[in-house]
């Protein structure tokens, strides 16, 4: 068993007792909650006639279904407008803060959290959402839970847990040009599988992790579920604590954030920790990372071919054959140069303002090839108004992209951001299930986002590095 | 075995010790909940009615006629041990899934592993998920196929699967075996007794002022 982690620490501090499945029950101190998996929950909690334990500690806002188009309500599609209407009744009167579209707050989940300083270390966090691990970045442990662990969570303020093994992922170096979070993270699924982190935490570490912002760092721990583990970390340091200096929590609370900071230093991990087990990453071999497959493990670098099912452990072939007659793909060839129709810029993985300055400075001068349709989707209101401020929105309709409203829009296609037929994407998103992006027969092809700006200029999959020399035309 | 029923705040879970029924086979690794229930089918506010859409897409072609899928097989009609392979329900953390399953008629899911918020998921609603190696699944679900109509017996306590003249050592995960077997599995009611502790254990900590705490504001 693990000891003197972060995950060991902030699990002891949050265990309220053991329960008699053995599994402990942990305190939660951040619920945050959006509008596809908490009806439900909100329903048995009325049911059962039970009140929200903690609704201070409960933040909820709108992404899945949320149109990145027009916003007026109500929305044009029924569905939609109905969730949405749940969720207002469900929140307005609880005393759960709600950053809907009219607050200028709302956004993705993952991304909303994180900018008003709700997320900070040592907190347990917890949404029905499996990309909760997002919050990892801060030294928090943040995991997704069902809609039923949700109703645990508005009743009691808790959850049932067992205790999980840490493994410690050390990647090593520095990073090459054009090599970004998203890579690693692409590498790291690619050599772990999809299901390595299964009862396992990841604790990310090492010289490429630690050189991140805290945007890198999320897009990291967004993935870990990706790897099959429910949550990931980094330990808290000086770039966590540089972010949440400015965040609504603390900009006018400088004494508020020097007394929460020994906290935040107390649950780093131990000089002498133990882990459950420990991979190393060489982070200066990675280049830039993208998916060929039907999973997020089935990644190459741009250089590197696609594998040969044949050569794969026994029980990954048959997913791969599948894979690969899906997208169209054959073993040994490169993804470089597989042709694109959709570029999609958005999601809880990387839609924020560092993923947007990074493609727009690449996009720049640039113009989206002609058979693409390029769209860029800010993940919050926030971020939205940061870029517009800055002129991003104009650098990228100069090139071609729609510039929209945020939310999770094209990486689930629950609104009408959707692949049609049988297009293939060039997404920053984090899942290539068949059928994610709204098309059974759609194509995804996962990737960072300046490999995502790179790919519409194009209309192929492109590694950006042999792009960087007209970068600043 | 019935299907389990939510029990109310006060009363303790239903027991499931054992499940007994026929069998339908979905083969593949890495089977995602987009797959078990595709998002578009999760723009609802209960959770009513979702069993007609398990694997939809992969049941239906773009003209709606059925494809090849045994949740369109005749022949597993009534099934309620679904049999899978690894990694089953990867991804998401839609309840949608295991309810889309469970209102389809599935009381168990037996397989070779199980990705873990699905695992859990399945446990709130009180459908066990028992694993088992690689060889013993693939030839339970050769089975399933040959003999749609045989019985398969899980017992979840003793962690076996019986089918005809077979027992396969089975593995019920321990706090899930527990959970199911004492009929503890309804962790609100379970957890709502410990008030007191929680509260305590919020005053603990130094990031959650004493406002944030129901009847300790000052």
Redesign the interface.
Known sequence: MSEGTLYDKVWD?????Q?????D?L?V?LHLVHE??S??AF??LK????EI?????THATVD??VPTGNRDRPYR?E??E??MA?LEANVRGSGIDFSDPDSGDQGIVHVIGPEQGLT?P??TIVC???H?STHGAFGALAF??????I??VL??????M?KQKVRKIEVTGELGEGVTAKDVILTIIGELG??GG??YVYEYAGEAIEDLGMEGRMSICNMS?EG?A?AGYVNPDETTYEWLRWTDAFEDDSEGFE??KP?WESIRTDDDAEYDDVVTIDGSAIEPTVTWGT?PGQTAGITGPIPDPEDLPE??R??AW?AQKHMRVEPGDTMEGYDIDVAFLGSCTNARLKDLREAAAFVEGRKVDDDVRAMVVPGSQRVRDAAEAEGLDAVFKEAGFDWREPGCSMC???NDDQLEGDEASASSSN?N????Q?S??GRTVLMSPIMVAAAAVTGEVTDVREMEEVATV | MSSPEFSDGEAPAEKVTEVSGTGIPVRGNDIDTDQIIPARFMKVVTFDGLGQFSFFDQRFDDEDNEKDHPFNDGKYRGANVLVVNANFGCGSSREHAPQALMRWGIDAVVGESFAEIFAGNCLALGVPTVTADQDDIEALQDHVEANPDAEIDIDVAAETIIYDDAVIDATVHDAQRKALVEGVWDTTALMGANEGAVRETARSLPYVPAEHIPGDEA
Do not use: W
């Not at chain 1, 009743?155 to 049932?160: E, F, M």
């Open positions: 501090r949050h265990r309220v007792t329960l008699p499945t053995g599994q029950q305190f101190g596809v998996t009806p439900q329903g048995m049911e059962r006639g039970q334990a903690f609704p201070e500690r899945h279904i599609d569905a939609a109905s969730m749940e900070q040592g907190m029905g959402d499996s909760t997704g839970i069902g809609t039923s662990q109703r645990d009743a009691t303020g808790c959850v049932a067992e999809t299901d299964v009862g579920i099959g429910r007394r929460l906290y999973t029980e990954d048959d997913t599948r689930l296609g629950m899942r299930f068949v059928g994610r709204g059974k027969n």
